[in-house]
T-cell receptor, first 109, second 112 residues
Framework: GQNIDQPTEMTATEGAIVQINCTYQ??????LFWYQQHAGEAPTFLSY????GLEEKGRFSSFLSRSKGYSYLLLKELQMKDSASYLC??????????FGAGTTVTVRA | TAGITQAPTSQILAAGRSMTLRCTQD?????MYWYRQDLGLGLRLIHY???????GKGEVPDGYSVSRANTDDFPLTLASAVPSQTSVYFC???????????FGPGTRLTVL
């Protein structure tokens, strides 16, 4: 099985940078995903890492270290619309996803 | 484009009653999934199907059943609902099991 930990809540100011950490322990690893979920809505795909290193996609970047069982999602130039929950998910050897409980990010003006 | 649709949007159900949550996708994705999302626990996989005609159990399958008669539809049935099945249910699909998953809008189910 998977054990996935991420902080429950984070607060940041508009225009700032926030880093959401995710640590995992897994019996098999086949990639790590980040999803964004606004309140009352469905999760939407943000990023995918399967190799070590940084993946950049506009204002969002995701990093993976497989040896450390660690990932982070970096949100730059925060906007009010970035207020949401961010879900870390690990895919196992059978291609099934296990999700962390999510980190709720609140962006203040 | 519809993507993934779920029905109903929300439902209040008496304990002991049966209920089928519907999920349909028009992307011709091979793999489909059912998750439940509970506060503080995150999304947990109930059942999945890697291709039409096959299904598998996820992390929390007890009390639920699924079928995959064709590519587009993946209904989730609660045979005899219990209050602990109160949750938000999300259906998802992916082109293959190795691709990212796309989620439907969810069904909010309350069992009293």
């Amino acid at each position: 099985g998977q054990n996935i930990d991420q902080p429950t809540e984070m607060t940041a100011t508009e225009g700032a940078i926030v880093q959401i950490n995710c640590t995992y322990q897994t019996s098999g690893f086949n990639g790590l995903f980040w999803y964004q979920q606004h309140a009352g809505e469905a999760p939407t795909f943000l990023s995918y890492n399967v190799l070590d290193g940084l993946e950049e996609k506009g204002r969002f970047s995701s990093f993976l270290s497989r040896s450390k069982g660690y990932s982070y999602l970096l949100l730059k130039e925060l906007q009010m619309k970035d207020s949401a929950s961010y879900l870390c998910a690990v895919r196992d050897g059978d291609y099934k996803l296990s999700f962390g409980a999510g980190t709720t990010v609140t962006v203040r003006a | 484009t519809a993507g993934i649709t779920q029905a109903p949007t929300s439902q209040i159900l008496a304990a002991g009653r049966s209920m089928t949550l519907r999920c349909t996708q028009d992307m011709r994705h091979n793999a489909m999934y059912w998750y439940r999302q509970d506060l503080g626990l995150g999304l947990r996989l109930i059942h999945y199907s890697n291709t039409a005609g096959t299904t598998g159990k996820g992390e929390v399958p007890d009390g639920y059943s699924v079928s995959r008669a064709n590519t587009d539809d993946f209904p989730l049935t609660l045979a005899s609902a219990v209050p602990s099945q109160t949750s938000v249910y999300f259906c998802a699909s992916s082109e293959a099991a190795s691709n990212e998953q796309f989620f439907g809008p969810g069904t909010r189910l309350t069992v009293l």
